[in-house]
T-cell receptor
């Protein structure tokens, strides 16, 4: 149980393109999903917290107009990187917490999306 | 953002050896988590710790939540080839859903 799926797993596109990444909780409902970014050989850095039916909360330094987050249902959150540039190339990972579980319970992570902007 | 300091940064060991890694923070956490990440994949939860002083095992893995709430360690016993990967600690504040990740420890097993 507690499977989180990300799609696509890999994206290669030209500079200026907008890219949408999906994060789905396959066998549970998730009130809250989290989006992380991981550069090569570095740790995971939280970008934003996505709450179903409300606006996302962004971490300091993350441009909300650049990284659009939509959490329209209890099983799907999307991250759109608008007008992507080479510096946006990174590994984007989402995680989800099951509805009804307290904030103290672990998050379940997806397998990540490798974004490469040429 | 804030990061937890993990040590060592990398380890090269022989199969069968025990491995120990540490995570320290300047601030207190009420939950400590240990994850393993394989190349090109997301982190997988290994052990979760919820109480200061707690010692928890999961198969060949043992982790402890430090008494001061500012540190945690992970031990892998009798390492095997599939233990290769990057290990991350993560801490969470009381009442806060957000996780702060450590800098990672890369484990390599020498044939």
């Amino acid at each position: 149980g507690a499977v989180v799926s990300q799609h696509p797993s890999r994206v290669i596109c030209k500079s200026g393109t907008s890219v949408k990444i999906e994060c789905r909780s396959l066998d549970f409902q998730a009130t809250t999903m989290f989006w992380y970014r991981q550069f090569p050989k570095q740790s995971l850095m939280l970008m934003a917290t996505s709450n179903e039916g409300s606006k996302a909360t962004y971490e300091q330094g993350v441009e909300k107009d650049k990284f659009l987050i939509n959490h329209a249902s209890l099983t799907l959150s999307t991250l759109t990187v608008t007008s992507a540039h080479p510096e946006d190339s990174s590994f984007y990972i989402c995680s989800a917490r099951r509805v009804g579980q307290g904030a103290n319970q672990p998050q379940h992570f997806g397998d990540g999306t490798r974004l490469s902007i040429l | 953002g804030q990061q937890l300091n993990q040590s060592p940064q990398s380890m090269f060991i022989q199969e069968g050896e025990d491995v120990s890694m540490n995570c320290t923070s300047s601030s207190i956490f009420n939950t400590w988590l240990w994850y393993k990440q394989d190349p090109g994949e997301g982190p997988v939860l290994l052990i979760a710790l919820y109480k200061a002083g707690e010692l928890t095992s999961n198969g060949r893995l043992t982790a402890q939540f430090g008494i001061t709430r500012k540190d945690s360690f992970l031990i892998i016993s009798a390492s095997i080839p599939s233990d290769v990967g990057i290990y991350f600690c993560a801490g969470r504040d009381f009442g806060n859903e957000k996780l702060t990740f450590g800098t990672g420890t890369r484990l390599t097993i020498i044939p």
